[in-house]
């Protein structure tokens, strides 16, 4: 993603399962967020934070942190923004800070923002109406709340974009719109601008792979960038034909590009280097709209097909791709720049032939197309449509839970490093390690950098694998990295009375059983 349409979430930094080739070995490069939960002790109300991968099912960590300003036991969360988290107790509001952001939070008291009979409607942790009135409400470096009043706002108001929901944005302003108009709010100078000519009920924003996004409603269409500066570009439709309005068109990004369906024959590509849109009369060649059909060729990249379409161009050359070898055409779809799938067969384009050739699946493919899916039929368990081994199962078993130790963390800040000079260049980097049993491997954005980089000074030794817990009541089952390893270690020392499935502290208990297990058995 930045990674498909973009994730509506602020990431803190990212981490992601992956298989290590042949050694059965992981380690996590990426997480979704974190969630919260306010936890009610005997000694007083915690913050607990709790980390799991992308499959939403492997643990990371979980930690918790107490707040001492905060008594109420009937406190609960109210919303979480990605950055700070709104509570309501004794009648109050008030922001935390993450503690993933912010380990030094007991430096700060927690000070209350409103009272809750003062507020009338809250929107995404920033916004509160009190007496009819909009504050932008944030939170300061010094554990401060910051509160501005906006008397142009009026009535209902939505967050269109920000920050928070797109990282690559700038953080010193807010999209958004009421029931009057579509607005840029700037954050440091407490100013409200107006995008003229939009319709609030009809505005649509696209978050593009590419910049500038898209703002438009039925009859008026922007470019947005990072800055929210915004350029008006709908004249160039109506000088290339006639158009019968946005908001019927169909807006589609992806690999291959951004394009609209005008749903009269006409697809509009984008391209980035005049930042325009052109028509051009072609289909797309199945559901997933990235790649497309003009004059019976397939082409996988608007670039292409705007070639193809003028090819009196100087540059012209046919860039069509040659899906002779597909075998199931109706489902092909682009996952990395230069890399296919159909739901059945992987493919690489070869740039000569023009031809996508068949190839078999990297860990970094299989990453792309695994949901880790745990299914149980009576006595038999399957991953992913991969059953494992269940021989040594004297009852049906139960799914106790997943876990995962962090040996080689994924560092993402600007400036960050990882071993020999390996730098993260911005926010939207991504690592992946992987060890052939002997060194230990990283690539960076492998979509890009399909060559390694060799971590010479790492050990592949330690590193652990995504485990996974099973029980039949009788007995505990640990599956190491299952799609590699179909048959389960037995913790024999194990009872599984009073085990709790699901659980943090019962995971991390048999994980540390389980690796003096797995060393004995190697």
Same mark, same amino acid.
């Given at each position: 993603?930045?990674?498909?349409?973009?994730?509506?979430?602020?990431?803190?930094?990212?981490?992601?399962?992956?298989?290590?080739?042949?050694?059965?070995? &992981?380690?996590?490069?990426?997480?979704?967020?974190?969630?919260?939960?306010?936890?009610?002790?005997?000694?007083?109300?915690?913050?607990?934070?709790?980390?799991?991968?992308? %499959?939403?099912?492997?643990?990371?960590?979980?930690?918790?942190?107490?707040?001492?300003? +905060?008594?109420?036991?009937?406190?609960?969360?109210?919303?979480?923004?990605?950055?700070?988290?709104?509570?309501?107790?004794? *009648?109050?509001?008030?922001?935390?800070?993450?503690?993933?952001?912010?380990?030094?939070?007991?430096?700060?008291?927690?000070?209350?923002?409103?009272?809750?009979?003062?507020? =009338?409607?809250?929107?995404?942790?920033?916004?509160?109406?009190?007496?009819?009135?909009?504050?932008?409400?944030?939170?300061?470096?010094?554990?401060?709340?910051?509160?501005?009043?906006?008397?142009?706002?009026?009535?209902? $108001?939505? +967050?269109?974009?920000?920050?928070?929901?797109?990282?690559?944005?700038? %953080?010193? *302003?807010?999209? $958004?719109?009421?029931?009057?108009?579509?607005?840029?709010?700037?954050?440091?100078?407490?100013?409200?601008?107006?995008?003229?000519? $939009?319709?609030?009920?009809?505005?649509?924003?696209?978050?593009?792979? %590419? &910049?500038?996004?898209?703002?438009?409603?039925?009859?008026?269409?922007?470019?947005?960038?990072?800055?929210?500066?915004?350029?008006?570009?709908?004249?160039?439709?109506?000088?290339?034909?006639?158009?019968?309005?946005?908001?019927?068109?169909?807006?589609? &990004?992806?690999?291959?590009?951004?394009?609209?369906?005008?749903?009269?024959?006409?697809?509009?590509?984008?391209?980035?280097?005049?930042?325009?849109?052109?028509?051009?009369?072609? &289909?797309?060649?199945?559901?997933?709209?990235?790649?497309?059909?003009?004059?019976?060729?397939?082409? =996988?990249?608007?670039?292409?097909?705007?070639?193809?379409?003028?090819?009196?161009? @100087?540059?012209?050359?046919?860039?069509?791709?040659?899906?002779?070898?597909?075998?199931? @055409?109706?489902?092909?779809?682009?996952?990395?720049?230069?890399?296919?799938?159909?739901?059945?067969?992987?493919?690489?384009?070869?740039?000569?032939?023009?031809?996508?050739?068949?190839?078999?699946?990297?860990?970094?493919?299989?990453?792309?197309?695994?949901?880790?899916?745990?299914?149980?039929?009576?006595?038999? +368990? !399957?991953?992913?449509?991969?059953?494992?081994?269940?021989?040594?199962?004297?009852? /049906?078993?139960?799914?106790?839970?997943?876990?995962?130790?962090?040996?080689?963390?994924?560092?993402?800040?600007?400036?960050?490093?990882?071993?020999?000079? +390996?730098?993260?260049?911005?926010?939207?980097?991504?690592?992946?390690? !992987?060890?052939?049993?002997?060194?230990?491997? /990283?690539?960076?954005?492998?979509?890009? %950098?399909?060559? @390694?980089?060799?971590?010479?000074?790492?050990?592949?030794?330690?590193?652990?694998?995504?485990?996974?817990?099973?029980?039949?009541?009788?007995?505990?089952?640990?599956?190491?990295? @299952?799609?590699?390893?179909?048959?389960?270690?037995?913790?024999?020392?194990?009872?599984?009375?009073?085990?709790? *499935?699901?659980?943090?502290?019962?995971?991390?208990?048999?994980?540390?059983?389980?690796?003096?297990?797995?060393?004995?058995?190697?």
């Amino acid at each position: 993603m930045k990674h498909t349409i973009q994730r509506i979430i602020l990431f803190i930094f990212y981490l992601i399962f992956i298989n290590f080739a042949q050694a059965s070995q &992981t380690s996590v490069c990426r997480i979704d967020s974190p969630y919260y939960d306010l936890l009610v002790e005997k000694d007083g109300i915690y913050l607990q934070e709790t980390v799991k991968a992308e %499959n939403k099912i492997s643990y990371i960590s979980q930690s918790k942190i107490r707040l001492k300003e +905060i008594t109420d036991k009937g406190a609960r969360i109210i919303s979480d923004d990605g950055n700070k988290i709104l509570v309501l107790s004794n *009648a109050k509001y008030y922001f935390i800070p993450k503690p993933l952001y912010r380990r030094d939070i007991n430096k700060y008291e927690i000070t209350p923002l409103f009272n809750e009979n003062e507020v =009338s409607k809250i929107v995404s942790n920033k916004f509160f109406l009190i007496s009819d009135h909009w504050y932008y409400v944030s939170y300061t470096s010094k554990g401060e709340s910051d509160k501005h009043k906006i008397p142009e706002l009026k009535g209902n $108001l939505e +967050i269109i974009a920000d920050s928070d929901s797109n990282n690559y944005l700038d %953080n010193n *302003a807010v999209l $958004l719109k009421d029931g009057n108009a579509v607005y840029v709010y700037d954050i440091n100078k407490n100013k409200l601008e107006k995008i003229p000519h $939009l319709t609030p009920s009809q505005t649509h924003l696209i978050q593009s792979r %590419n &910049t500038p996004y898209y703002l438009y409603d039925d009859d008026t269409f922007y470019l947005i960038d990072k800055d929210y500066k915004y350029t008006d570009i709908t004249e160039e439709f109506n000088l290339q034909g006639k158009y019968n309005g946005f908001t019927k068109a169909e807006m589609h &990004t992806n690999w291959s590009g951004d394009s609209m369906d005008t749903k009269d024959g006409l697809i509009w590509i984008w391209i980035k280097i005049f930042n325009s849109f052109k028509p051009v009369k072609a &289909t797309y060649l199945n559901a997933y709209k990235d790649l497309y059909v003009y004059h019976n060729k397939v082409y =996988s990249h608007n670039w292409d097909l705007q070639d193809e379409a003028d090819p009196s161009y @100087p540059s012209y050359r046919d860039r069509s791709i040659d899906i002779s070898n597909v075998k199931n @055409p109706g489902e092909l779809h682009k996952i990395s720049s230069s890399e296919y799938f159909d739901n059945q067969q992987y493919y690489s384009l070869e740039e000569n032939s023009r031809r996508l050739e068949k190839k078999e699946p990297s860990a970094y493919l299989k990453l792309l197309t695994t949901k880790d899916d745990i299914e149980i039929r009576e006595k038999r +368990i !399957f991953i992913d449509g991969q059953q494992l081994n269940t021989d040594k199962f004297q009852d /049906a078993p139960i799914f106790l839970g997943s876990i995962v130790d962090i040996i080689i963390p994924c560092y993402v800040t600007v400036g960050g490093d990882i071993d020999e000079g +390996i730098r993260s260049h911005s926010k939207e980097d991504y690592y992946y390690f !992987f060890t052939d049993g002997k060194k230990v491997y /990283a690539y960076i954005n492998p979509g890009e %950098n399909q060559k @390694p980089k060799v971590l010479h000074n790492v050990s592949r030794r330690n590193l652990k694998a995504k485990d996974y817990f099973f029980t039949d009541g009788k007995k505990v089952y640990a599956y190491i990295n @299952p799609r590699e390893n179909q048959k389960p270690k037995v913790l024999h020392n194990v009872s599984p009375r009073n085990l709790k *499935a699901n659980d943090y502290d019962t995971l991390k208990k048999l994980l540390n059983i389980l690796v003096p297990t797995a060393k004995k058995n190697d």
